[in-house]
């Protein structure tokens, strides 16, 4: 069941728009701010409320990147896939991740702490590599600067 | 002189990085451009204010702003739209976000008078999913906004009233495509739309709809208060197609191993030579420059012969290259150009929306014959199959112009660095260690 402030929040963001639907990807991410991700049943409830049908809000749910259907870590590692990145350290940063933290792309710590995805490039690029911590940019990563960075989230 | 004469687009930034606030934004002559428009021009006369600077679009095709706004037809009691495509995911870009974070209320204020020129009726933003630092700094300059009387109900005492909206988007490059973008606001898969009818004649929802680039917008708020001679006087562009010159300045920006990399403010029509050598400060100690992307991972590679190439829009198609996005990467001689280009189409792969198949299935392929030369895997005649696709994959043959845009750097690429290729073929490895 959705939340009551799910709900609100979701009434709210449509009144932004002409049509209810279009606040579909917002409403998403709503759900995924709340639960960490969005699952079918959640899904299906946000597809009632703004009058789609659930196929079509999962056709629009898989279609962009940042919409998880699946359970992630308490924490998401963004890390910069993008050339300017991988120019300058990415894939050492990649393999650091695997070796000392047992993380690769897609895949959440065996403590459930954090997740581990790619992500296209951040427009960071003048600071490479970068990555996003729970949202937050980091630039100029080295793997000791990463180790710090994991260690601090909770 | 102020600091506003040479970098109108930047000059207001602050110091410590943080955001320009509305009163302070005042303070430096923000919103005397909408003042001025509501107040004393008609929005004809406004549309014509740029139509004059030829104010060329700024997120990649150059296609003249005034003329895209001329073409918003009249729309009586009916819904019209002003859209700001801040949808910033092309590999290398980071100015609109340099600008959004810097200066959100000159987006704004730009957004506005563009609205007036249109008589839009609401607007929105549209942010890729990544820039939350610049989607805070909108949010809360929207809210001065809208409390100071330059946004809502009843604009400036004018009877107009304009809202305009933040919409962040959830990650898909695609959502770049401006009518890709216009099914993304409207809650759907961001699949390109028919070419025919324009969004300008029928875009949002079947309304009237205008999207600009965030840069281009950021430009109008100055052409209005300086008016259209000023603009076109800062430009040190040749004779440009469609009349006059390319006028007002650029925010370029510069990644790779340079000594200063970062973004920078400069006429438009700069040479490269001089945003790598002078703002950047060439090369870092113990690299060479082997060839420079002048406008994201979607322009071709150019060359360092041809590094005094001017960075405007006409300019870098003698050099078969285009000036894109203006964001300056430039690749070295410890970077594998093979790999780099595998880096760039397996993104251009993954963002496929996959509607049409040339790009569809055309990509995936190029990224994997493009794998197989990193990991020694690859045959002579792969180098046939990837020139291949750079001639099937055209304007002609695909539904935008996201393909084409990919086989811009694998074409160029297959030309400039065919002994690189070679390399690996007969090697049976990638000779290079990037990034390691």
């Known amino acids: 069941m959705l939340s009551e402030a799910e709900r609100e929040e979701i009434t709210q963001e449509a009144a932004r728009y002409p049509e209810r639907r279009a606040a579909c990807i917002e409403a998403l991410k709503i759900v995924q701010r709340h639960r960490g991700f969005v699952a079918d049943e959640a899904l299906a409830e946000v597809?009632?409320?703004?009058?789609?049908?659930t196929a079509e809000l999962d056709g629009v749910a898989t279609f962009y990147n940042q919409i998880l259907r699946c359970p992630v870590g308490r924490h998401l590692l963004h890390l910069c896939d993008g050339v300017m990145c991988w120019m300058q350290g990415e894939p050492a940063l990649r393999a650091h991740l695997q070796a000392q933290h047992a993380l690769r792309p897609g895949v959440t710590s065996?403590?459930?702490?954090?997740?581990?995805?790619?992500?296209?490039?951040?427009?960071?690029?003048?600071?490479?590599?970068?990555?996003?911590?729970?949202?937050?940019?980091?630039?100029?990563?080295?793997?000791?600067?990463?180790?710090?960075?994991?260690?601090?989230?909770? | 002189m102020s600091l506003l004469d040479n970098h109108p687009l930047t000059g207001r930034f602050r110091s410590d990085g943080e955001a320009v606030g509305l009163a302070e934004y005042e303070r430096a002559g923000g919103y005397e451009g909408l003042r001025k428009a509501v107040k004393?021009?008609?929005?004809?006369?406004?549309?014509?204010?740029?139509?004059?600077?030829?104010?060329?679009?700024?997120?990649?095709?150059?296609?003249?702003?005034?003329?895209?706004?001329?073409?918003?037809?009249?729309?009586?009691?009916?819904?019209?739209?002003?859209?700001?495509?801040?949808?910033e995911m092309e590999p290398g870009a980071f100015k609109d976000r340099v600008l959004m974070e810097g200066d959100p209320h000159q987006l704004i204020e730009g957004m506005v008078i563009a609205a007036w020129a249109l008589q839009a009726t609401a607007g929105y933003i549209f942010v890729r999913f990544e820039y939350q630092r610049a989607a805070r700094r909108l949010e809360a300059a929207l809210a001065e906004a809208e409390r100071a009387g330059y946004l809502g109900s009843n604009v400036l005492g004018s009877g107009w009233s304009f809202d305009l909206h933040l919409h962040t988007s959830a990650g898909r490059y695609i959502c770049g495509e401006s009518s890709a973008l216009l099914n993304a606001l409207e809650g759907r898969r961001a699949i390109p739309r028919a070419k025919l009818p324009r969004p300008t004649t029928a875009g949002l929802w079947g309304h009237p709809t205008m999207v600009n680039n965030?840069?281009?917008?950021?430009?109008?708020?100055?052409?209005?208060?300086?008016?259209?001679?000023?603009?076109?006087?800062?430009?040190?562009?040749?004779?440009a197609r469609r009349g006059g010159v390319d006028g007002?300045?650029?925010?370029?920006?510069?990644?790779?191993?340079v000594n200063r990399p970062g973004w920078y403010e400069s006429p438009m029509g700069t040479p490269l030579r001089t945003l790598i050598e002078e703002h950047g400060g060439g090369m870092r100690t113990g690299y060479a420059l082997r060839a420079v992307q002048p406008g994201g991972a979607s322009t071709g590679f150019l060359a360092p012969e041809h590094l005094d190439m001017p960075m405007d829009f006409d300019s870098p198609e003698r050099f078969g290259v285009r000036l894109g996005t203006g964001t300056v990467m430039v690749h070295d001689d410890h970077t594998c150009p093979v790999g780099a280009l595998h880096n760039m189409e397996r993104f251009f792969a993954q963002e496929?929306?996959?509607?049409?198949?040339?790009?569809?299935?055309?990509?995936?392929?190029?990224?994997k014959i493009l794998l197989a030369f990193e990991e020694g895997q690859a045959?002579?005649?792969?180098l046939e199959a990837l020139a291949m696709h750079t001639r099937l994959i055209d304007l002609s043959t695909t539904f935008c112009a996201h393909a084409p845009g990919a086989m811009a750097p694998l074409e160029s690429g297959l030309?400039?660095?065919?002994?690189?290729?070679?390399?690996?073929?007969?090697?049976?490895r990638c000779p290079y260690l990037t990034g390691t």
């Open chain 1, 47 to 53: 597809a009632a409320l703004l009058g789609m049908s």
């Open chain 2, 379 to 382: 045959r002579p005649e792969d």
């Open chain 2, 352 to 367: 496929s929306c996959g509607w049409c198949t040339p790009c569809r299935e055309g990509l995936p392929w190029v990224e």
């Open chain 1, 110 to 154: 065996a403590d459930g702490r954090v997740t581990l995805l790619n992500t296209p490039c951040l427009g960071l690029c003048h600071q490479a590599p970068a990555a996003l911590v729970d949202g937050e940019p980091e630039t100029g990563l080295t793997p000791e600067r990463l180790d710090v960075l994991l260690s601090r989230l909770p």
């Open chain 2, 214 to 239: 965030v840069e281009t917008f950021c430009n109008v708020p100055h052409i209005i208060t300086r008016g259209a001679a000023w603009f076109v006087s800062v430009g040190v562009g040749p004779p």
């Open chain 2, 248 to 257: 007002g300045t650029k925010v370029y920006t510069l990644s790779g191993r």
């Open chain 2, 40 to 87: 004393s021009l008609s929005p004809e006369a406004v549309t014509d204010e740029v139509f004059k600077a030829n104010l060329r679009g700024r997120g990649g095709a150059g296609f003249p702003a005034g003329i895209k706004w001329k073409a918003v037809p009249p729309h009586p009691g009916s819904a019209c739209y002003v859209v700001a495509n801040a949808d």
């Open chain 2, 415 to 428: 030309a400039l660095f065919r002994d690189e290729f070679e390399r690996h073929l007969r090697e049976g």
